[in-house]
Nanobody, 125 residues
């Protein structure tokens, strides 16, 4: 069983930065693909970024490329999402997820088996 716990969300102004953290327990991050997703009110959950277990493959959604970056600290078994130059349209609940079956940076919501409870990010204009 994999458990994920997000933290780091909050209320910021447009142009600010935030770093989200996802503490993973039950499996080493080296053995699972991990991803970040977000869901705004009234919208479907959407892919933001992912990294594979080995760490050599990562993907970012076009809407966040050049602003967001996924990374990991193997020693802390934690995955991060660095978010720079935040925009009001980035406002959403951000979720961390783990896929224990893939060797790739998984992008499909339905492919992830384990989810955290989410952390709210609100960006004011």
């Amino acid at each position: 069983q994999v458990q994920l716990k997000e933290s780091g969300g909050g209320l910021v102004q447009a142009g600010d930065s935030l770093r989200l953290s996802c503490e993973v327990s039950g499996r080493r991050v080296l053995s699972v693909a991990t991803g970040w997703f977000r869901q705004a009110p009234g919208k479907e959950r959407e892919f933001v970024a992912a990294v594979n277990g080995r760490g050599q493959l990562s993907k970012h959604a076009d809407s966040v490329k050049d602003r967001f970056a996924i990374s990991r600290d193997i020693t802390k078994n934690t995955v991060y999402l660095q978010m720079n130059n935040l925009r009001p349209e980035d406002t959403a609940v951000y979720y961390c997820a783990a896929d224990s079956r893939s060797s790739y940076a998984t992008v499909g919501v339905e492919q992830y088996e384990y989810w955290g409870q989410g952390t709210q990010v609100t960006v004011s204009s």
